[in-house]
């Protein structure tokens, strides 16, 4: 890190940051400039929180060389990391974009979650998705059904073979989720819950970490840092959009560039959620295509057998048809991408 003092800091205070970071095996470098002293400090940040140094009387400023985030880095691993799936099935690296679909929430019409179930599968998706345990704005909404919802999307899984995500809100429902779950989703609202991110990173199932609504990527790279600190580096990102100043005609604002910045920083792969990335049906089709054309590794969209009765997210879910029509588009663009994929996505430095 390269510590910046104030104008007027005293020999005292250069001294006493010399003197810690020395103690904790730091590499220390002086810099006496006409205004300010500036100290070159090299060694294992993990020993010294850089915060406490920050604190200290006469420091002005800190600049962190190396991002906060390690085992998420690229400097860590240079190959991206690919998830694989007893079926076979891969997320990540060369591997064809993944495709994850389904309901907003379970809801309780098993006939109708199967109808996206079966629609999905013929479309070439893999994975099936459906919240059991929703978080809701308001606490007047449907919450979610609870275990019953995972029997259902279980069954659905059975008689598909697509792969179940679902979300994950308390760890006291960890075991349960589990026994249902092929990959544990953690919401939005719950990407800063670091007791959360504990508890999934304990356990051994790929974990969909979404990004926070008002969270930068730095943030969000730490949040799956946690989950890889405690032992899962089965970490899916997930793009979902973020606040913004304009909530007119869209819900959130789908950050597309972060796909290529986290690719740039991070190993883990990352999908987009177009659907709760704009609130919008008729923007799903081209922010998936847009994810896809910057290089995600995946695509997740709300699908419901009659979105106008949906009892949540209905304005951003397709219809079977719908799904099938867009689905098939998007099928055409990742067959185009994929063959390109070396070649379109690399990035001029
Ligand atoms: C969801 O996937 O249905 C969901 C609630 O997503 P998010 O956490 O991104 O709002
Ligand atoms: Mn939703």
Avoid: W
């Avoid at 205070?13 to 002086?30: C, D, M, P, R, W």
């Avoid at 406490?52 to 990391?81: C, H, N, W, Y």
């Avoid at 679909?101 to 309780?108: A, F, H, I, L, T």
Wanted: proline content about 4%; overall charge negative; glycine content about 8%.
């Amino acid at each position: 890190m390269i510590i910046i003092m104030e104008r007027d800091a005293s020999a005292e205070n250069i001294q006493a940051v010399t003197s810690l970071l020395k103690e904790h095996g730091f590499q220390v470098i002086v810099h006496e400039g006409d205004v300010h002293t500036v100290i070159d400090a090299l060694g294992d940040k993990t020993t010294l929180s850089p915060g406490r140094i920050d604190a200290m009387e006469g420091v002005k400023k800190i600049k962190l060389i190396r991002e906060p985030f390690r085992l998420a880095s690229r400097d860590r691993q240079t190959e991206d990391t690919v998830i694989e799936f007893e079926n076979g099935v891969k997320i990540g690296g060369a591997n064809r974009p993944v495709l994850m679909v389904g309901p907003c929430s379970v809801e309780d019409n098993y006939e109708g979650l199967l109808k996206v179930a079966v629609a999905a599968k013929e479309m070439g998706c893999q994975f099936l998705r459906g919240g059991a345990f929703k978080p809701r704005t308001s606490p007047y909404d449907f919450d979610g059904l609870g275990e019953k919802g995972l029997q259902y999307l279980a069954k659905a899984k059975e008689e598909t073979g697509l792969l179940v995500v679902t979300e994950l809100m308390d760890s006291t429902d960890l075991d349960l989720v589990c026994r249902y779950a092929d990959v544990i989703q953690i919401g939005a609202r719950n990407m800063q819950n670091f007791k959360l991110l504990k508890a999934v990173g304990k356990c051994d199932k790929p974990v969909i970490l979404k990004r926070g609504q008002s969270s930068t990527i730095r943030e969000f790279l730490l949040a799956a840092e946690h989950i890889m600190y405690n032992g899962n580096e089965k970490v899916i990102l997930c793009e979902r959009g973020v606040r913004s100043f304009d909530s007119a005609f869209t819900r959130n604002l789908l950050d597309i560039s972060a796909v290529p910045v986290i690719k740039k920083y991070s190993h883990l792969p990352i999908i987009v959620d177009p659907s709760h990335g704009t609130g919008q049906r008729y923007l799903i089709e081209p922010m998936a295509k847009a994810g896809l054309v910057v290089g995600a590794d995946g695509i997740m969209v709300e699908v419901h057998h009659n979105p106008a009765c949906a009892l949540s997210d209905g304005k951003q879910s397709l219809s079977i048809p719908q799904f099938k029509e867009v689905f098939a588009r998007l099928n055409t663009l990742i067959d185009t991408l994929h063959l390109e994929k070396n070649v379109s996505l690399s990035c001029v430095e």
